[in-house]
């Protein structure tokens, strides 16, 4: 697990390797990872936006932004927790995600950046 605290929110970011898969006749390797965040600052916070850098051992690097995650722009109240799954297929068996969100303070309305830590995927095999 990596983890990474910026103004008091606390990203924390695991991941499975699931296997492989096939997509217009070409092999992938799919990979979940799973996020917690957690609002330890004094403030109530929205997630209005994501953005991901995907990189794949072969060189190529994947960006990925929108609004929310998994459809959702959490609100979170301070000490509260809110945890989301998602997934990415690699051309490789290794690779790393790294990002950030935007958030934004409730009652400020100043928008802010929380990073996500650079993750590794990489498939059972390569971690012995």
């Known amino acids: 697990m990596v983890e990474q605290i910026t103004k008091g929110i606390r990203i924390s970011v695991k991941t499975k390797f699931n296997g492989t898969s096939y997509r217009n006749n070409r092999l992938y390797y799919v990979f979940a990872y799973f996020v917690t965040i ?74 802010f950046k929380v990073f996500i830590p650079t993750f590794q995927l990489s498939t059972p095999i390569l971690s012995n």
């Open 38 to 111: 957690e609002n330890h600052s004094l403030q109530t916070v929205k997630l209005t936006d994501r953005y991901w850098k995907i990189f794949d051992s072969l060189n190529k690097t994947e960006t990925v932004e929108g609004e929310g995650v998994v459809g959702q722009t959490p609100v979170l109240k301070p000490k509260d927790t809110y945890s989301y799954s998602s997934g990415c297929f690699l051309e490789s068996t290794i690779g790393a995600m790294k990002g950030f969100y935007a958030m934004q303070n409730v009652t400020s309305l100043e928008t």
